[in-house]
Protein backbone atom coordinates (compact mmCIF):
# COMPACT_ATOMS: atom_id res chain seq x y z
CA UNK A 1 0.00 0.00 0.00
CA UNK A 2 1.09 3.04 -0.55
CA UNK A 3 2.71 5.56 1.96
CA UNK A 4 3.71 9.56 2.66
CA UNK A 5 7.07 9.10 3.36
CA UNK A 6 8.97 11.56 5.56
CA UNK A 7 12.75 12.38 5.98
CA UNK A 8 14.60 13.03 8.29
CA UNK A 9 13.08 10.84 11.27
CA UNK A 10 15.03 13.19 13.39
CA UNK A 11 16.46 16.42 13.42
CA UNK A 12 18.35 17.92 15.79
CA UNK A 13 18.91 22.06 15.42
CA UNK A 14 20.69 25.02 17.04
CA UNK A 15 17.80 27.48 18.09
CA UNK A 16 17.96 30.97 15.45
CA UNK A 17 18.89 27.88 12.42
CA UNK A 18 16.84 27.17 9.21
CA UNK A 19 15.50 23.70 9.05
CA UNK A 20 13.55 22.29 6.23
CA UNK A 21 11.86 19.03 6.54
CA UNK A 22 10.51 16.53 3.83
CA UNK A 23 7.73 14.78 2.70
CA UNK A 24 6.87 12.40 -0.34
CA UNK A 25 3.03 12.42 -0.64
CA UNK A 26 1.25 9.18 -2.26
CA UNK A 27 1.69 9.57 -5.59
CA UNK A 28 -1.66 10.39 -6.92
CA UNK A 29 -2.76 13.04 -4.03
CA UNK A 30 -3.33 16.13 -4.71
CA UNK A 31 -4.02 17.62 -1.12
CA UNK A 32 -1.05 18.30 1.24
CA UNK A 33 -0.97 19.08 4.91
CA UNK A 34 1.67 19.62 7.96
CA UNK A 35 0.59 19.08 11.17
CA UNK A 36 2.41 19.07 14.24
CA UNK A 37 2.43 17.34 17.87
CA UNK A 38 3.77 18.44 20.74
CA UNK A 39 5.06 15.54 23.10
CA UNK A 40 2.06 14.76 25.31
CA UNK A 41 -0.58 17.70 23.46
CA UNK A 42 -2.81 16.76 20.65
CA UNK A 43 -1.93 16.95 17.12
CA UNK A 44 -2.62 20.61 15.51
CA UNK A 45 -2.98 21.70 12.21
CA UNK A 46 -0.65 23.97 10.47
CA UNK A 47 -1.10 24.41 6.93
CA UNK A 48 -2.53 22.75 3.51
CA UNK A 49 -1.67 23.21 0.21
CA UNK A 50 -3.03 22.54 -3.44
CA UNK A 51 -2.72 23.28 -6.70
CA UNK A 52 0.79 24.97 -5.79
CA UNK A 53 -0.62 27.25 -3.41
CA UNK A 54 -1.62 27.45 0.35
CA UNK A 55 -4.92 27.05 0.63
CA UNK A 56 -5.37 27.18 4.49
CA UNK A 57 -3.27 28.22 7.49
CA UNK A 58 -3.84 28.09 11.26
CA UNK A 59 -2.73 30.38 13.31
CA UNK A 60 0.50 28.59 14.52
CA UNK A 61 1.49 29.07 10.87
CA UNK A 62 3.29 32.47 10.79
CA UNK A 63 5.88 34.01 8.79
CA UNK A 64 8.62 32.11 10.28
CA UNK A 65 6.99 29.00 8.43
CA UNK A 66 7.31 28.19 4.19
CA UNK A 67 6.07 25.15 2.23
CA UNK A 68 6.95 24.52 -0.95
CA UNK A 69 6.33 21.81 -3.72
CA UNK A 70 10.03 22.24 -5.60
CA UNK A 71 9.25 19.51 -7.79
CA UNK A 72 6.48 16.86 -8.79
CA UNK A 73 6.98 14.71 -5.71
CA UNK A 74 8.35 16.58 -2.46
CA UNK A 75 6.44 18.96 -0.42
CA UNK A 76 8.86 20.79 2.29
CA UNK A 77 8.09 22.55 5.75
CA UNK A 78 10.65 25.26 6.38
CA UNK A 79 11.25 27.03 9.52
CA UNK A 80 13.40 29.92 9.05
CA UNK A 81 14.83 30.80 12.36
CA UNK A 82 13.51 28.26 15.02
CA UNK A 83 12.53 28.40 18.17
CA UNK A 84 12.44 26.24 21.26
CA UNK A 85 9.02 26.39 21.40
CA UNK A 86 9.51 24.14 17.95
CA UNK A 87 10.38 21.21 19.07
CA UNK A 88 7.74 18.91 18.07
CA UNK A 89 6.98 16.02 15.81
CA UNK A 90 5.46 16.96 12.65
CA UNK A 91 3.20 14.89 10.19
CA UNK A 92 2.84 15.33 6.45
CA UNK A 93 -0.28 14.15 5.40
CA UNK A 94 -2.03 13.80 1.95
CA UNK A 95 -5.24 12.76 0.52
CA UNK A 96 -6.50 11.73 -2.72
CA UNK A 97 -9.40 14.20 -2.69
CA UNK A 98 -10.87 17.07 -0.36
CA UNK A 99 -13.49 15.02 1.45
CA UNK A 100 -11.04 11.36 1.23
CA UNK A 101 -9.38 10.08 4.28
CA UNK A 102 -5.56 12.08 4.77
CA UNK A 103 -3.13 9.58 5.24
CA UNK A 104 0.39 10.54 7.71
CA UNK A 105 3.77 9.46 7.27
CA UNK A 106 5.55 8.81 10.34
CA UNK A 107 6.62 12.16 11.55
CA UNK A 108 9.82 13.90 11.58
CA UNK A 109 10.78 14.98 15.37
CA UNK A 110 12.30 18.16 15.62
CA UNK A 111 14.47 18.47 18.58
CA UNK A 112 15.63 22.17 19.33
CA UNK A 113 18.59 22.99 21.49
CA UNK B 1 -15.13 26.81 15.28
CA UNK B 2 -14.77 23.25 15.43
CA UNK B 3 -13.38 21.11 18.35
CA UNK B 4 -13.48 17.29 19.65
CA UNK B 5 -13.94 16.42 22.99
CA UNK B 6 -11.99 12.99 24.41
CA UNK B 7 -13.15 12.72 28.49
CA UNK B 8 -10.66 9.76 29.03
CA UNK B 9 -7.21 9.83 28.53
CA UNK B 10 -6.88 6.39 29.10
CA UNK B 11 -9.11 3.35 28.92
CA UNK B 12 -7.99 -0.61 30.04
CA UNK B 13 -9.90 -3.36 29.27
CA UNK B 14 -9.23 -6.81 29.55
CA UNK B 15 -8.55 -8.74 26.43
CA UNK B 16 -11.46 -10.10 24.83
CA UNK B 17 -14.20 -7.85 26.09
CA UNK B 18 -15.60 -5.22 24.19
CA UNK B 19 -14.05 -1.76 24.62
CA UNK B 20 -15.84 1.50 23.58
CA UNK B 21 -13.24 4.91 22.96
CA UNK B 22 -15.35 8.35 23.31
CA UNK B 23 -15.52 11.00 21.13
CA UNK B 24 -18.07 13.78 21.15
CA UNK B 25 -17.80 16.71 18.36
CA UNK B 26 -18.75 20.53 17.03
CA UNK B 27 -18.89 21.88 13.94
CA UNK B 28 -21.22 24.55 12.52
CA UNK B 29 -21.97 22.60 9.86
CA UNK B 30 -22.60 18.63 9.27
CA UNK B 31 -19.41 16.70 10.14
CA UNK B 32 -17.03 14.64 8.69
CA UNK B 33 -15.49 12.23 11.24
CA UNK B 34 -12.70 10.31 11.22
CA UNK B 35 -10.39 7.95 14.03
CA UNK B 36 -7.03 7.21 13.67
CA UNK B 37 -4.70 5.04 15.55
CA UNK B 38 -0.73 6.01 16.92
CA UNK B 39 1.49 3.09 17.30
CA UNK B 40 4.63 4.29 19.27
CA UNK B 41 7.24 6.74 16.77
CA UNK B 42 4.76 6.03 14.16
CA UNK B 43 2.06 8.49 12.59
CA UNK B 44 -1.34 8.52 12.14
CA UNK B 45 -3.20 5.67 10.68
CA UNK B 46 -6.90 5.60 9.03
CA UNK B 47 -9.44 3.43 10.57
CA UNK B 48 -12.55 4.65 9.89
CA UNK B 49 -14.74 7.90 8.59
CA UNK B 50 -18.54 8.70 8.66
CA UNK B 51 -19.36 10.90 5.37
CA UNK B 52 -22.68 10.66 5.25
CA UNK B 53 -25.24 7.16 5.05
CA UNK B 54 -25.52 4.47 7.72
CA UNK B 55 -25.03 5.75 11.33
CA UNK B 56 -22.47 2.67 11.94
CA UNK B 57 -19.45 2.67 9.78
CA UNK B 58 -16.69 -0.12 10.08
CA UNK B 59 -13.02 0.11 9.73
CA UNK B 60 -10.31 -1.60 10.14
CA UNK B 61 -9.23 -4.62 12.29
CA UNK B 62 -12.45 -5.46 13.54
CA UNK B 63 -13.65 -1.50 14.80
CA UNK B 64 -16.64 0.47 14.38
CA UNK B 65 -17.81 4.22 15.24
CA UNK B 66 -21.52 5.22 15.62
CA UNK B 67 -22.36 8.15 14.46
CA UNK B 68 -25.03 10.00 16.90
CA UNK B 69 -25.97 13.05 15.25
CA UNK B 70 -28.26 14.10 18.79
CA UNK B 71 -25.38 13.67 20.85
CA UNK B 72 -22.87 14.95 18.81
CA UNK B 73 -20.99 11.41 19.28
CA UNK B 74 -18.60 9.45 17.65
CA UNK B 75 -17.85 6.43 19.59
CA UNK B 76 -15.26 3.87 18.36
CA UNK B 77 -15.80 0.54 19.18
CA UNK B 78 -15.10 -3.26 19.19
CA UNK B 79 -16.60 -6.25 19.99
CA UNK B 80 -13.79 -8.44 21.25
CA UNK B 81 -10.17 -6.62 22.27
CA UNK B 82 -6.77 -7.62 21.42
CA UNK B 83 -3.76 -6.75 23.50
CA UNK B 84 -2.18 -5.65 20.12
CA UNK B 85 -5.02 -3.18 19.78
CA UNK B 86 -3.48 -1.03 22.80
CA UNK B 87 -1.94 2.67 21.02
CA UNK B 88 -3.15 6.05 21.36
CA UNK B 89 -6.58 6.93 19.78
CA UNK B 90 -7.65 10.32 17.95
CA UNK B 91 -11.02 11.49 17.06
CA UNK B 92 -10.86 13.90 14.32
CA UNK B 93 -13.23 16.00 12.74
CA UNK B 94 -14.15 18.29 9.92
CA UNK B 95 -16.86 20.72 8.60
CA UNK B 96 -18.23 19.14 5.10
CA UNK B 97 -19.00 22.84 3.89
CA UNK B 98 -17.06 24.05 1.02
CA UNK B 99 -16.82 27.31 3.07
CA UNK B 100 -15.70 25.25 5.94
CA UNK B 101 -12.01 24.44 7.52
CA UNK B 102 -11.07 21.55 5.19
CA UNK B 103 -8.00 20.78 7.90
CA UNK B 104 -8.70 18.10 10.56
CA UNK B 105 -9.39 18.93 14.13
CA UNK B 106 -7.93 16.71 16.46
CA UNK B 107 -8.95 15.28 20.17
CA UNK B 108 -6.68 15.30 22.63
CA UNK B 109 -6.51 11.41 22.10
CA UNK B 110 -7.26 8.29 24.29
CA UNK B 111 -4.71 5.31 25.49
CA UNK B 112 -6.21 2.37 25.11
CA UNK B 113 -4.46 -0.66 27.61
CA UNK B 114 -6.06 -4.04 26.58
CA UNK B 115 -4.67 -6.08 29.27
CA UNK B 116 -3.82 -10.21 28.64
Known amino acids: EPEVTQTPSHQVTQMGQEVILRCVPI?????FYWYRQILGQKVEFLVS????????KSEIFDDQFSVERPDGSNFTLKIRSTKLEDSAMYFC???????????FGDGTRLSIL | AQSVAQPEDQVNVAEGNPLTVKCTYSVSGNPYLFWYVQYPNRGLQFLLKYITGDNLVKGSYGFEAEFNKSQTSFHLKKPSALVSDSALYFCAVRDSMDTGRRALTFGSGTRLQVQP
Open chain 1, 49 to 56: FYNNEISE
Open chain 1, 93 to 103: ASSRTRDQPQH
Open chain 1, 27 to 31: SNHLY
